[in-house]
């Protein structure tokens, strides 16, 4: 079945940086489009970014553009956010997700604060 796995949240201070890694299993993983999503405190969950299956297109969430990178080795069938120039305000678990399948996973908390 279809699994995902986030990696790599922790405590962080503001302007510092964090790469979170989601590792997926049990679907054609280079052809889908893979997305990281957020849910902060309170909060509904949100769109970070997204990559075409291909790597060759990528969207940003305005509050991120600029300071976060999305990419994916689709040999190792792994979509990597790297977060840089990290604020407050990005305080959240992350998740990441194929818009073609229905499953989460557990995410990954990430804190901003110093």
């Known amino acids: 079945q279809v699994q995902l796995v986030e990696s790599g949240g922790g405590l962080v201070q503001p302007g510092g940086s964090l790469r979170l890694s989601c590792a997926a299993s049990?679907?054609?993983?280079?052809?889908?489009?893979m997305l990281w999503y957020r849910q902060r405190p309170g909060k509904e969950r949100e769109f970070v970014a997204r990559?075409?299956?291909?790597?060759?297109?990528?969207n940003y969430a305005a509050s991120v553009k600029g300071r976060f990178t999305i990419s994916r080795d689709n040999a190792k069938n792994t979509v990597l956010l790297q977060m840089d120039s990290l604020k407050p305000e990005d305080t959240a678990v992350y998740y990441c997700?194929?818009?073609?399948?229905?499953?989460w996973g557990q995410g990954t908390q990430v804190t901003v604060s110093s």
């Open positions: 997700n194929s818009p073609l399948r229905s499953s």
């Open positions: 990559i075409s299956s291909a790597g060759d297109i990528r």
């Open positions: 049990g679907f054609a993983f280079s052809s889908d489009p």
